[in-house]
């Protein structure tokens, strides 16, 4: 095998299957690595971790067509640093060798019997398909997978909950303490409604990978316990989520006693003072008293001290006194975009945080004892 590459290209393909292909353990695995496989007028990467498989092509010069296994931890590192904007790769027949030169730089590793690999098959149809664009997909992502739990205890909360029927994609995430939802409209509806949920670290890396500069068209193919994403040159296969999510619509308030009008960056800045004593105090307890036009907030840590603060607001229904953990409130205000927040709040029940005059993305956090 012999190929030849612009070192932008290499790294572009090399950093589409870097996390799937990095060997963290700095021991060659079966089940690290990646297959750079040439055939005809097309150089494929591969890469494969059972969890996760990535296919991809990178534009280049077969001069000898040929495939290779590697399981290098120092590869992807090196490309970025060779010399030169051309880099050749050579592999001799019967050889175990690979050798990569760029500039006057030559890098000689151990390569694997490509048949030991498992090649990332391309799967085009499914129990149900769907078209969205890359910058709506990202979008939802980011929206949502933050909320996800990290308690493998409870594996189906440790995923990103996708909820398809016609034109409505819906996307919820929650470790039981706190829910993210968005929906997207689709410009065509699928044929078959279907619900799935994918892991949360795979999830963002299908969100890494997706072009934003420019919207490209995502292809997303749904089978009994799998998925599959595919945009420009990239296809990805990724597992599901064993398990039924349970039903998020019960979990989204309805009913409010109190619905608070106020400025987003003034309301973060008072969360994140707040915040500092209450960080270091069990549960991150930050205590919220919303009544004649504003906002208290009070946080205390036993041996540090108490903050009190306030912000303005407009307030219709009820004056109410409740807490939450100041952590996840800041993280639903980071993902909010308006100049303005809606807050609609109950004594003793979850508070719904939406962006003022959007309908499509919601947030909820269930509250804690006052102390």
């Known amino acids: 095998m012999k190929l030849r590459f612009k070192k932008e290209d290499l790294n572009?393909?090399?950093q589409s299957v870097q996390?799937?292909?990095?060997?963290?353990?700095?021991?060659?695995?079966?089940?690290n690595g990646l297959l750079i496989k040439a055939i005809g007028d097309m150089i494929e990467f591969q890469a494969n971790d059972y969890d996760m498989g990535i296919r991809t092509e990178v534009p280049g010069?077969?001069?000898?067509?040929?495939?290779?296994?590697?399981?290098?931890?120092?590869?992807?590192?090196?490309?970025?640093?060779l010399p030169g904007d051309e880099i050749e790769m050579i592999k001799e027949d019967g050889d175990t060798q690979l050798l990569l030169k760029g500039g006057k730089l030559k890098f000689e590793c151990l390569t694997i019997n490509p048949d030991d690999f498992n090649e990332v098959d391309i799967v085009e149809n499914g129990t149900s398909s769907f078209t969205t664009d890359s910058i709506t997909l990202k979008d939802l992502i980011d929206h949502t997978s933050y909320a996800c739990s990290t308690d493998t205890a409870r594996p189906i909360f440790t995923g990103t909950h996708i909820d398809v029927s016609g034109t409505t994609l819906n996307m919820v995430a929650t470790d039981t303490h706190r829910l993210a939802l968005k929906s997207a409209e689709l410009a065509q509806p699928v044929e078959q409604p279907f619900k799935a949920v994918i892991p949360s670290r795979l999830l963002?890396?299908?969100?890494?990978?997706?072009?934003?500069?420019i919207p490209q068209d995502v292809q997303i193919v749904a089978l009994r316990n799998f998925m599959t994403v595919r945009f420009g040159n990239i296809f990805?296969?990724?597992?599901?989520?064993?398990g039924e999510f349970p039903n998020y619509r019960r979990v989204i308030p309805t009913q409010f006693t109190s619905t608070v009008?106020?400025?987003r960056q003034e309301f973060t800045a008072a969360v994140e003072r707040a915040?500092?004593?209450?960080?270091?105090?069990q549960y991150n307890v930050i205590n919220f008293a919303i009544q004649d036009g504003q906002i208290s907030l009070t946080s205390q840590h036993p041996d540090y001290g108490t903050i009190e603060d306030s912000v303005s607001c407009q307030?219709?229904?009820?004056?109410i006194r409740i807490a939450f953990n100041g952590k996840f409130v800041l993280d639903i205000l980071k993902h909010c975009h308006s100049e303005e927040i809606v807050l609609q709040l109950k004594t003793s029940s979850p508070m719904l945080v939406q962006d003022k005059d959007e309908q499509n993305c919601v947030f909820v956090v269930t509250p804690m004892r006052a102390k």
Do not use: C, H, W
């Open 275 to 281: 915040s500092i004593v209450a960080k270091d105090a």
């Open 61 to 81: 010069i077969i001069e000898e067509p040929g495939e290779v296994f590697i399981a290098n931890p120092f590869l992807i590192e090196l490309t970025r640093r």
């Open 315 to 319: 307030i219709k229904g009820e004056p």
């Open 19 to 31: 996390k799937i292909a990095q060997d963290k353990s700095n021991n060659i695995s079966y089940e």
């Open 12 to 14: 572009k393909g090399l």
């Open 261 to 263: 009008t106020l400025n």
């Open 236 to 242: 990805i296969r990724t597992r599901l989520i064993e």
């Open 204 to 213: 963002m890396e299908i969100a890494r990978q997706l072009p934003t500069d």
